[in-house]
């Protein structure tokens, strides 16, 4: 859960932003950012729970020269070393991370990056090692509701999952559901419900063709294929595996789960003719990661593993409790003021989240 009320938003983060408190009061690093991809020039914000992970170039800009001022960018595998402990890294030291390999993230975020002469470690899936892009399931899941006529009804007999009348207050709640419980199933019998949920909803077998055609749309909801993976990483990105098909690991059985990560390493891993040694959890939340999935990541021989959640500097100093396959990231939102993220970066975001609410959402994983 995040909370960010207006006088957080709007007075007390600018104000120990603008006077270098947030910098100075910074805990022992690293901080790992996560971003989700950058929009494309021209593209309409549709809704808040489908756009609000990718942010604009505009803030993406602000935002690295924020870093690059006050902070360090370090290169993903100075941390890979640090992460091994065999090197250490200066104080304030800040990886960049991005999460999905969309298209947009050659096309919008690399150039960003290359101007800065920055580097970013990008979590694939195992669709961007294909010949052709796809979407990611349950943004397609996601569209395919928006597009439905309502209240609709569903029911996929062979999943056991029946749903509705669904209006349009209940979509959104509507939409996790059938993520949840889709994510137990492997990716062709997915495919399978997922095409029958087209079908009920009266939705034309070809509608994908409208994302695939549209440049804007192309760049903002299809995955980049091995071709252009192969491109981030000559642009000097590093890659990183983000499971095979993106389903929440928590909710997959064991040998679903297992399959998911180790494999997602193997088949980046033979496009790119390169090692991939990080895995980022798909959601990356602690409701969609438990402790058996840290346990998978590192039995598939990841050197390390990025949760979603807890982020910014002090999350990764604790000493014997670091735990490197449940890193922890800032989560980076469409809606984040500049002050917002240097509060989120520094770690004075999480301190005080841990104050008002109690607890910390990471170690309820770490200790599952
Ligand atoms: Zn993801």
Known sequence: MRFVSPALKHIVFPALSRSGYLRYSAGAGPAIVTYHGVFPAGYEVRNPALDGNLVYADSLRRQLELLKKRYRVVAPEEFLRWSDEKQ??????????????LRNALTEMVPILQERGLSCLFFATGASADETPSMLW???LYLMLLDASEPFTLSLLEAGISVGPITASERHACWWNLVERLSQFDKELRRGFLNQIRSQ?????????????NPILASRFLTLDVAGL??????????GAHSLSHPILARAPEDLAWREISESRRV??????RTVWGFGYPFGNAATVTGRDL?????????????????GFGANSLGAKINRFALPRVHVTADMSLAEFEAHISGFYRSLRKRLLG???LEAVVEA
């Open 295 to 311: 346990r998978l990541a590192e039995q598939a021989g990841f050197r390390c593993a990025f949760m979603n959640t807890g982020g």
């Open 138 to 140: 349950y943004e397609e």
């Open 359 to 361: 607890g910390d959402e």
């Open 268 to 273: 980046l891993e033979k496009a790119l003719g």
């Open 88 to 101: 250490s890294l200066p104080p304030r030291s800040v990886l960049l991370t991005c999460d999905d390999a």
């Open 201 to 213: 909803l009266r939705i034309a077998e070809n509608w994908r063709e409208r994302f695939v055609q």
């Open 230 to 239: 192969r491109r981030l990483a000559a642009g000097g990105m590093s890659v």
